[in-house]
């Protein structure tokens, strides 16, 4: 199987990204333009949808529609969000980069907006393994079926994902049982003015946990995607000079919606060691 696809390899149709081969959770991302409004069809799947950059958008959803507020960047602080259920057709429209991730489910929960002043946003971890989370979709903050979602902000150099961790097997109150799809953008970092031309690049590191093969190393940028049907992943690094963002798409087939991981116990020790160090002054990124 494959697991790591650079930008453009997962282009279908009017999608830029379209990820359906993972069993338990998928991902779509598109550009919306006059010239190319995005259509979902009714079916079998949740699915919570934002904009990455660009400006607001109109989201008709069923018989109902919202306006969702755009963002210069992904690293411009949260932006509004809608969760829509299973048996809902959703169409796009504006001018603006949107990301959808999704998940088949069996209960039609309530569709819901999350404004952007309501997005918990978190500082994780402590020096170089600060980072911060948009936690907007996860059981605590948000009533879906099987759908878990975040989005995560690694400032230049610092790393994330670790100590490394996995969630590949069911183990209740102790590990859960879910897929991972990550979505990745890079970019100068904040405050840097650079005339030359560059290359944002952040990269990533999965490895098998059991007899079930996964093997990714991997130089990441804009438009990359990594799956991860199983196994240890982390860290995910931001290179020196560059943030990394990247939008996690989780679900799986556990009787409950929980969120639960392992170490590694080669690396667990690292949580540790953050009870000695402050977090990054440079987080949280926010509007400016």
């Known amino acids: 199987m494959k697991w790591?696809?650079?930008?453009?390899?997962?282009?279908?149709?009017?999608?830029?990204?379209?990820?359906?081969s993972l069993a338990h959770t998928g991902l779509r991302v598109g550009t919306v333009s006059s010239a190319n409004p995005l259509h979902i069809e009714a079916d079998n799947r949740e699915r919570a949808l934002f904009v990455l950059s660009g400006s607001d958008i109109n989201v008709t959803y069923g018989d109902q529609s919202v306006v969702l507020r755009g963002r210069n960047s992904v690293f411009d602080g949260p932006t509004d969000h809608l969760y829509v259920p299973v048996n809902t057709a959703i169409s796009i429209?504006?001018?603006?980069?949107v990301a959808v991730g999704e998940a088949p489910a069996t209960v039609a929960k309530a569709a819901s907006v999350m404004k952007r002043e309501d997005v918990p946003v978190l500082i994780r971890g402590a020096g170089r393994e600060t980072r911060q989370i948009h936690n907007f979709g996860m059981p605590d903050t948000l009533d879906a079926d099987r759908?878990?979602?975040?989005?995560?902000i690694v400032p230049a150099g610092n790393w994330s994902g670790a100590p490394a961790h996995k969630h590949d097997v069911y183990e209740p109150g102790k590990e859960s049982?879910?897929?991972?799809?990550?979505?990745?953008?890079?970019?100068?970092s904040r405050g840097e003015k650079v005339e030359s031309e560059v290359d944002p690049v952040g990269y990533f590191r999965g490895y098998a946990s059991d007899n079930r093969p996964f093997d990714v190393t991997a130089e990441v940028r804009t438009g990359d995607v990594?799956?991860?049907?199983?196994?240890?992943?982390?860290?995910?690094a931001a290179g020196p000079g560059y943030d990394l963002y990247f939008f996690n798409i989780m679900a799986g087939p556990d009787p409950v919606r929980e969120?639960?991981?392992?170490?590694?116990?080669?690396?667990?020790?690292?949580?540790?060691?953050?009870?000695?160090?402050?977090?990054?002054?440079r987080l949280p990124y926010g509007r400016e």
């Not at 429209?93 to 980069?97: I, Q």
């Open 147 to 152: 759908l878990i979602v975040v989005e995560v």
């Open 226 to 236: 990594v799956l991860v049907p199983h196994g240890w992943h982390g860290p995910v």
């Open 259 to 281: 969120w639960n991981v392992t170490d590694d116990p080669h690396h667990a020790w690292i949580r540790e060691s953050w009870k000695s160090q402050e977090a990054d002054a």
């Open 93 to 97: 429209s504006g001018d603006a980069r």
């Open 4 to 20: 790591f696809y650079k930008s453009g390899e997962l282009k279908k149709g009017q999608w830029d990204v379209l990820s359906t």
């Open 177 to 188: 049982n879910l897929e991972e799809i990550y979505y990745f953008e890079s970019a100068v």
